[in-house]
């Protein structure tokens, strides 16, 4: 072999190294994930989507007054239609709901917020004429062990779970969303006067 054989031998060499290394790193610079394998941004997309069901998810309101009004029910140990009928008209919500923490072995969030309850028309008779209760709370939410759902532990939200254990729905009246105006009951104490009392004409004197 001659010395320029050699030489076209050596930089053939050269270059078939130079392309295989440069097609190596490519592969692993885009080196794809095992079907199956989750990405890091689809990780962090569901993290955020359990953390907004957890926190701040109409599912999540409507469990949280749910827990409100059973804990007002154990307190007054009574028959609970008067609060089932408040609850079933009375709107849920939060403001500024937000996450404060996060355990992942233990898979429990804990959030905080503004709970608001809206009275419908005519209960805040009961609630010394305030149309809506308010407090600001903290709550955990953890899956159930049997796959039911998320359980909540609610703390701060005592004033509203007290003053709900006192409303009495037979001494007062108030009207469900969309249904007809109805009357008012007067006041007691309020009773119409009654009608004035004709005069009568003395009678006349008798004759002595």
Do not use: H
Request: hydrophobic share 40%.
């Amino acid at each position: 072999m001659t010395g320029m054989d050699k030489r076209n031998l050596w930089i053939a060499l050269a270059v078939l190294v130079v392309v295989v290394s440069a097609a190596f790193g490519f592969s692993l610079t885009n080196k794809k994930d095992p079907p199956g394998t989750e990405s890091k941004a689809e990780m962090a997309e569901a993290q955020n989507e359990a953390l907004q069901k957890a926190c701040a998810s109409s599912a999540t309101y409507d469990r949280l007054k749910q827990v409100v009004f059973e804990e007002a029910v154990r307190i007054r140990n009574a028959d609970p239609t008067n609060l089932d009928t408040l609850a079933t008209n009375t709107v849920v919500r939060m403001e500024k709901p937000v996450v404060k923490s996060r355990d992942e072995k233990l898979n429990v969030t804990v959030c905080s917020g503004r709970f608001v309850l809206e009275l419908p028309p005519g209960a805040e008779r009961g609630f010394g004429g305030d149309r809506r209760l308010t407090a600001d709370i903290e709550y955990a939410a953890q899956a159930a062990v049997d796959g039911s759902g998320l359980v909540y532990q609610l703390n701060g939200a005592e004033p509203i779970i007290y003053r709900l254990a006192s409303f009495d729905l037979q001494r007062q009246q108030y009207q469900r969303p969309g249904a007809p105006a109805q009357p008012q009951l007067a006041d007691a104490g309020s009773a119409p006067a009654a009608p004035p009392v004709q005069a009568q004409p003395a009678p006349a004197p008798r004759p002595e």
